[in-house]
């Protein structure tokens, strides 16, 4: 085994290791993505480093500033169960706990020796999320609207209404951010893969906000239903009828993905019997 720094000319060896780990583990496709990876193993402020066996990439991991100091890593799933990810963890917090600001390690597929070797090394699991996806190839359930209820597909006159949606749905929950409706707007629709087209209000009679979804390529972002609307189907037809779904299938997507909070059972129910099924679990721990 040898140690090295890594930098971005060695991306392809970084990507390639993270198809590896993902056939075993799970998670997002776009998780190894050269997009994604370029974001933790390349730029201002990253300290990356790998291990070669024989020339082979078969661990890896990065230091980088992301509103504080977040670590990552993965190691080949054949060279598992060896003290190879513990190594890489040590060196890693070595290297982060020397830069100012909160540190966390952030993990896209959670595996329960994962985690073992976390607690190990006196850290807590702060947040965690499941990852669900499902096939759009077969037929997707029938949902009917709410009376009254009438939806829109998001533009700039209405943004305002998203977030109003958004905050009444969410404010309740453990873990709220309270962000602006600037932030939560750059969040949700910064990136090129947000489709407005998919992301849909729903108003009732007295044009008041009832529900939102938003999303992006192959990615439902966010399902919320405004507290004076639950338990009356409003979600399930967000989701459905009012077509998030249909349109991606209708745009030639094969598959959607989303995520939801370990804490938020309600939700994974629903998007259980909705036909997702879990793919990974992905986590941040703190000191």
Do not use: K
């Not at 192959?218 to 967000?238: E, K, S």
């Amino acid at each position: 085994m040898e140690w090295a720094e890594l930098s971005g000319a060695d991306l392809p060896a970084v990507v390639d290791l993270a198809v590896r780990c993902a056939a075993v583990d799970g998670g997002l496709p776009v998780t190894a993505s050269p997009g994604f990876l370029g974001s933790r193993y390349a730029g201002e402020g990253v300290v990356a480093v790998g291990v070669l066996r024989d020339g082979a990439l078969v661990a890896s991991g990065s230091v980088r500033e992301a509103r504080g100091t977040v670590v990552t890593g993965q190691v080949d799933p054949s060279r598992r169960g060896r003290g190879l990810g513990g190594a890489l963890l040590d060196r890693l917090l070595e290297t982060g706990l020397r830069r100012a600001g909160g540190l966390r390690v952030e993990t896209e597929s959670l595996t329960p020796e994962a985690h073992a070797l976390f607690t190990a090394r006196g850290l807590r699991r702060t947040f965690a999320e499941d990852v669900m996806r499902r096939d759009l190839g077969g037929a997707l359930p029938g949902a009917v609207l709410p009376a009254g209820v009438a939806v829109e597909e998001w533009d700039a006159r209405n943004r305002a209404d998203f977030f109003a949606a958004y905050h009444a749905s969410f404010a309740d929950r453990p873990g709220f951010p309270g962000w602006s409706e600037a932030r939560w707007t750059e969040w949700t629709a910064g990136d090129d893969d947000f489709r407005p087209g998919y992301s849909l209000l729903a108003r009732s009679a007295d044009g008041s906000a009832a529900g939102f979804v938003t999303c992006a390529r192959d990615f439902l972002i966010q399902v919320g239903t405004v507290p004076a609307w639950r338990h009356r189907g409003l979600g399930r037809a967000l989701a459905l009828a009012l077509a998030a779904l249909a349109r991606m299938r209708a745009a030639g997507e094969p598959e959607v993905f989303l995520d939801v909070n370990v804490n938020n059972p309600a939700s994974a129910a629903l998007f259980g019997g909705l036909g997702f099924c879990a793919l990974a679990r992905r986590a941040r721990y703190e000191p």
